[in-house]
């Protein structure tokens, strides 16, 4: 089995056991998806969470590019704490039907880009539930929009594929990752100040009660953020998904967009 150049090992292998989605499966799906996903994934570095044997078995993150790589594969020099890691890129289709043949299931991108890693042109909230009332996390995301749509930010939305929702703007680079996640910890601050039985800043989940947290942290030097249109690696394989805010109302769970049911929207979208 070939797909986009690349020979699929194994690929009958299961790797969502309850839908009994193959890697074959999951590797189709990522050529599939590929022109609507390289776009977020051009020139950024990435961690890779890979899931081997199943999503069922022990996965692990990558973000150091493995020796017996292929020459095709794009990479990025890191400056980290202890030194430099040699980081992936994935800008072309061949590139990420590679990667999932690896069992890579969930893509994580910089919210910068090669040439200006220490800057920023993303900024990203992360509502994240402390319990099962999406209905909330809705409400949380307007209430959140409503705050930014002040500040001159009209962020777009999107579901994490799994119980969250993100919410997440181009910014002009310029700042570097420390000053950007201060303008974003003093916004979710704020939301907290004028929400707090609905809001929470609080890092511990211990100390969250019900309320959602504001997740502000990812906006940080060489932290990550779920890819847009990667693979969840849930029972129900959701995907994360770009969403208008218009129809927030009718999306009723984070996990609305599945494996099964993606390219159905995706169709739709290319016919509006």
């Given at each position: 089995?070939t797909?986009?150049?690349?020979?699929?090992?194994?690929?009958?292998?299961?790797?969502?056991p309850?839908?009994?989605?193959?890697?074959?499966?999951?590797?189709s799906?990522?050529?599939?998806?590929?022109?609507?996903?390289?776009?977020?994934?051009?020139?950024?570095?990435?961690?890779?969470?890979?899931?081997?044997?199943?999503?069922?078995?022990?996965?692990?993150?990558?973000?150091?590019?493995?020796?017996?790589?292929?020459?095709?594969?794009?990479?990025?020099?890191?400056?980290?704490?202890?030194?430099?890691?040699?980081?992936?890129?994935?800008?072309d289709?061949?590139?990420?039907?590679?990667?999932?043949?690896?069992?890579?299931?969930?893509?994580?991108?910089?919210?910068?880009?090669?040439?200006?890693?220490?800057?920023?042109?993303?900024?990203i909230?992360?509502?994240?539930?402390?319990?099962?009332?999406?209905?909330?996390?809705?409400?949380?995301?307007r209430?959140?929009?409503?705050?930014l749509?002040?500040?001159?930010?009209?962020?777009?939305?999107?579901?994490?594929?799994?119980?969250?929702?993100?919410?997440?703007?181009?910014?002009?680079?310029?700042?570097?990752?420390?000053q950007?996640?201060?303008?974003?910890?003093?916004?979710?601050?704020?939301?907290?100040?004028?929400?707090?039985?609905?809001?929470?800043?609080?890092?511990?989940?211990?100390?969250?009660g019900?309320?959602?947290?504001?997740?502000?942290?990812?906006?940080?030097?060489?932290?990550?953020?779920?890819?847009?249109?990667?693979?969840?690696?849930?029972?129900?394989?959701?995907?994360?998904?770009?969403?208008?805010?218009?129809?927030?109302?009718?999306?009723?769970?984070?996990?609305?967009?599945?494996?099964?049911?993606?390219?159905?929207?995706?169709?739709?979208?290319?016919?509006?």
């Amino acid at each position: 089995m070939t797909i986009a150049g690349v020979e699929i090992s194994k690929a009958d292998k299961i790797i969502f056991p309850k839908k009994k989605i193959s890697k074959g499966d999951m590797v189709s799906y990522y050529e599939r998806i590929a022109p609507l996903m390289l776009p977020y994934l051009k020139n950024r570095p990435l961690s890779l969470q890979r899931f081997p044997n199943g999503i069922d078995s022990n996965g692990f993150y990558q973000k150091s590019i493995s020796d017996y790589f292929p020459d095709f594969i794009r990479t990025v020099k890191v400056e980290t704490e202890e030194g430099s890691n040699t980081q992936i890129l994935c800008n072309d289709t061949k590139t990420l039907v590679y990667l999932a043949n690896q069992g890579t299931v969930e893509f994580h991108i910089w919210l910068s880009k090669k040439d200006r890693l220490r800057q920023p042109d993303k900024v990203i909230f992360d509502l994240d539930p402390s319990d099962d009332d999406f209905e909330k996390i809705k409400q949380g995301a307007r209430l959140l929009r409503e705050l930014l749509k002040k500040k001159n930010i009209d962020p777009s939305l999107m579901t994490s594929g799994k119980s969250g929702l993100h919410l997440y703007s181009q910014i002009r680079r310029g700042k570097d990752f420390d000053q950007v996640k201060e303008t974003a910890r003093k916004i979710a601050e704020e939301a907290e100040e004028q929400h707090p039985d609905l809001f929470t800043t609080q890092i511990r989940k211990d100390k969250r009660g019900s309320k959602i947290f504001v997740d502000y942290l990812r906006n940080a030097y060489a932290q990550t953020a779920v890819c847009p249109y990667s693979l969840r690696a849930t029972e129900d394989a959701g995907v994360a998904t770009p969403v208008e805010w218009r129809e927030l109302s009718k999306i009723k769970s984070a996990a609305e967009y599945t494996i099964d049911n993606i390219f159905r929207r995706t169709g739709q979208l290319n016919k509006n």
